[in-house]
């Protein structure tokens, strides 16, 4: 038997997974993302959760055939290296990651895109595994995308997949990527959280910030925004209804595109908010399909919060 590794490298969260030939998981182990320092902190943290995972196997990270590192930023996958993930302390520059972590852990180390190693778990062991082509979205901070057409992922040039900034608005809100009119502009929990704060301090009501300090939170994590609108909240009730039509008219054009047979909702507001909204989401795609009489199913992506970190162990398998 042969044990993988895989890292799912997040703004907020490091996630680490043991996975075996049959990619069950052995071990795993969650650490914050520093938020100070940089790269070789962040480098740091990661062999520390990856150590953690391995000794929840019964290994050291030295007995992995391999670990897979699913990564934001620009990934060179050939030469290691990762530049400018925005989210990471210190991060926009070129890091070496791949050798910085191969002298740490004993083993080697495969980069890949965070979303897209998120999509191909989904593709080969979640939500999309009795399809070809299918197209992730990864509904979260921001709005990921990844791609797979006829069971290969598809890279472009290595950055494809961007789905948050397909223009859903021409001339509309500025978009954190400083563009204006992106789909992640409307449904990114970041604009949707800096468009709610513009929105309360105008003295629109609304209990978000309430929920937040009593769950002791800085930020509207997803639980938040899934709270509030079971309370029908009215400012999280507006701000999601616009966000899910953003998401329909964005998804549906690249869908229009790429024709695939399957949707995978993920990120951590779609897993939160789940089924129900990705049955909304495809409501809002319906008056932008051109094949309207065969829309495409939009399923919650099922691996949850491990998908990242089994999809980064496929790298090596
Ligand atoms: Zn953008």
Redesign the pocket.
């Known amino acids: 038997m042969t044990l993988r590794g895989g890292i799912d490298l997040g703004g907020t969260k490091i996630q680490t997974v043991v996975v075996d030939d049959e990619n069950a998981v052995l071990g795993q182990a969650r650490r914050p993302t520093p938020t100070t320092g940089g790269p070789p902190d962040v480098a740091a943290a990661m062999v520390a959760a990856m150590g953690e995972a391995a000794e929840q196997a019964g290994v050291k990270t030295a007995d992995l055939v391999r670990v897979g590192v699913g990564s934001p930023g620009g990934i060179d996958a050939h030469a290691g290296t990762v530049t400018g993930a925005g989210n990471l302390p210190g991060w926009q520059e070129t890091f070496a990651l791949g050798p910085a972590l191969e002298d740490e852990l004993e083993t080697p180390v495969a980069l890949g895109n965070d979303v897209q190693v998120a999509t191909d778990a989904e593709a080969r062991l979640g939500a999309g595994r009795d399809h070809s082509s299918i197209l992730g979205v990864f509904w979260g901070t921001g709005v990921g995308g990844g791609i797979v057409l006829d069971g290969t992922p598809w890279l472009g040039l290595g950055g494809a997949g961007e789905i948050?900034?397909v223009v859903v608005e021409l001339g509309g809100r500025r978009?954190?990527?400083g563009?204006h009119g992106?789909m992640?502009?409307y449904a990114g929990r970041a604009a949707l959280e800096r468009h709610a704060r513009e929105l309360h301090d105008k003295g629109e009501k609304t209990e978000l910030f309430k929920i937040a300090r009593k769950r002791d939170s800085d930020r509207l994590r997803s639980g938040i925004w899934a709270a509030a609108l079971e309370r029908g909240d009215p400012l999280a009730v507006k701000l999601i209804k616009k966000a899910v039509e953003a998401l329909g008219a964005g998804v549906a054009s690249v869908s229009n595109v790429l024709d695939v047979e399957l949707i995978v909702l993920g990120g951590g507001l779609g897993v939160r908010l789940g089924q129900p909204y990705a049955d909304r989401i495809a409501a809002a795609m319906l008056p932008h399909l051109f094949h309207d009489y065969r829309p495409p199913p939009v399923k919650v992506a099922e691996l949850g919060d491990l998908g990242g970190a089994i999809g980064a162990s496929l790298l090596c398998a």
């Open positions: 948050g900034h978009c954190p990527c563009r992106c992640e502009a």
